[in-house]
């Protein structure tokens, strides 16, 4: 797996139609051709955010790794992690384009917007922001008797899932995100939440960085507790072995979680949460 591969798992790194048979003429709804019937997505996980809000069969072209759900592997890929095939995209005839705010370059989306295309920004932020994205998409696409249910399901889990685990304990993390060169997370609101929902305290927290590069030496001084990596290859954990004198190493507590699941701004980040919390509790010594 790449480098670039991993990154854009991290992040980490929102959107049915109404009829109404007799509209007033104070408050007329938009006929469906109004809404956008060809969308294009240029991120994993904006093309989730898309079949969550009920708009999936409209889509015409993703992201490379939008592989969630199976539908979506059937797509056209319209662009990578680097870049956006401006001439593909543009063959296609999309009504609407969907991107990440963090993650696309501004110079491909601005060269999308020259051509007419509308474009339409997912701007990813902490765990309450994906009922908000799915709502304004369902409402963007007309298709809010699905993406609105779907959003209040989200956030009920969400409650649930911070009253399930409220009492965890509290234990020092450290976080790898990538193992050549090492790599954690530190203010990124998206798996700082996970983290504390869980009682998890980032050690790498007061970076200046939001995604530092480090050395074991910083991980030695902060004796973490538990350490936990965000892949699905256990040999990036197997470093670890060789520190006996991190607590975390010498409990056993080292663990890894999906990252197509924990790090992607989408709904199935609710079980990536009940995975890390069990993880906590698992590690309690």
């Known amino acids: 797996m790449s480098f670039t591969t991993h990154i854009i798992t991290l992040f980490i790194i929102a959107f049915s139609v109404q009829v ?3 509209p007033t003429p104070a408050l007329p709804l938009p006929v469906q051709e109004k809404y956008p019937q060809r969308i294009i997505s240029l991120s ?8 969550a809000a009920g708009a999936g069969d409209r889509l015409i072209g993703v992201s490379a790794y939008s592989d969630y759900p199976e539908e979506a592997k059937t797509l056209p890929i319209v662009a990578s992690s680097q870049q956006v095939n401006i001439e593909t995209i543009l063959a296609l005839n999309p009504d609407l384009i969907i991107y990440w705010q963090q993650g ?14 509308p474009v339409y920004a997912s701007k990813t932020g902490g765990l309450d922001d994906v009922a908000t994205q799915i709502k304004k ?18 956030r009920k889990a969400l409650d649930q899932l911070r009253e399930n685990y409220k009492n965890n304990p509290k234990q020092d993390l450290f976080y790898q995100v990538w193992a050549t060169p090492l790599m954690t997370v530190a203010s990124d609101p998206w798996l700082q939440e996970q983290f504390a929902l869980c009682g998890f305290n980032n050690v790498f ?25 965000g892949t699905v290859n256990d040999r990036e954990l197997q470093q670890w072995q060789t520190w006996q004198s991190i607590p975390a190493v010498q409990n056993g507590n080292i663990f890894s979680i999906n990252p197509d699941v924990s790090h992607r701004f989408s709904p199935r980040v609710l079980t990536g949460i009940k ?3 069990d993880i906590a509790l698992k590690a309690e010594r």
């Open 20 to 22: 109404q048979s007799s």
């Open 44 to 51: 994993p996980h904006t093309t989730e955010l898309v079949f």
């Open 104 to 117: 696309n370059s501004a110079a491909d989306i601005n060269q999308l917007k020259k051509f007419g295309i």
């Open 137 to 154: 998409l369902g409402e963007i696409f007309g298709t809010q008797a699905v993406a609105n249910p779907v959003s209040d399901r989200y």
């Open 205 to 229: 927290s007061d970076s200046p960085v939001p995604y530092p590069v480090i050395n074991v030496e910083q991980v030695l001084v902060k004796q973490p507790a538990v350490i936990i990596a």
């Open 275 to 277: 995975t890390l919390c």
